[in-house]
Structure formats: C-alpha cells, structure tokens
C-alpha cells in the first residue's frame, strides 16, 4: 500500500521561505514524486518533479530558481525548499507519485504568504 504525507506547510510572509516534507512508504523517489500545488478555484498545478531513476528533476516556470527539491532515501522523504516566497504561491501543496500516473496523492499543506 503506498502513503504519502506531506507536512511543513504554514503562514510566512513575502519574501520568506518554508521547506515542506513530503513522506512516503510503498513508493520512493526512484519512481519519481512530484509536488503540486491547488489554489481555491484552480485547477492542479505541478510545480516540481524529481526521479532518481533517471536523474532528473524539473521545475514550472512559476517556481524556478526560487524553489528547490531534493531526496532523502534513508528517510523515505521529498523535500521542496521554498525560498522568496510571493503571496501567489498561496495554496495548498500536496505530493504524489509514482510517475507518470501519479495516482497516490497526500493530504496536502496549506501555504499561506502575505504581502
């Protein structure tokens, strides 16, 4: 059974930084794990994606060369270190895996920026 849990979410404000977790058993970044984010009223949007398998990792142009994400194998964990955050970056962020399905999906943390 594979579960995924994401945590470090929180209220920060812009220009500030936050480093949410993503934990996952059954599955592991050799499948490749993504996080997405979902503001009220918009559709899912995909904001990175790493996969040790094939050693690539990708960022939207929303987030790039302001968010990182990285892999711990030891503790089963995705990071995304969020730096210079804007209040559009608002919204609930949740990780999932394998690709390219990605149909296991965590509950999700809510970022909150303001101005």
């Known amino acids: 059974e594979v579960h995924l849990a994401e945590s470090g979410g929180g209220l920060v404000q812009a220009g500030g930084s936050l480093r949410l977790s993503c934990t996952f058993s059954g599955i592991s970044a050799y499948d490749g794990i993504g996080w997405f984010r979902q503001a009220p009223g918009k559709e899912h949007e995909g904001i990175a994606y790493i996969s040790t398998r094939d050693d690539l990792i990708w960022y939207n142009n929303t987030v790039k060369d302001r968010f990182t994400i990285s892999s711990d194998s030891a503790k089963n964990t995705v990071y995304l270190q969020m730096d210079s955050l804007k209040p559009e970056d608002t919204a609930n962020y949740l990780c999932?895996?394998?690709?390219?399905?990605?149909?296991?999906w965590g509950q999700g943390t809510q970022v909150t920026v303001t101005s």
């Open positions: 999932a895996g394998p690709f390219p399905r990605f149909d296991n």
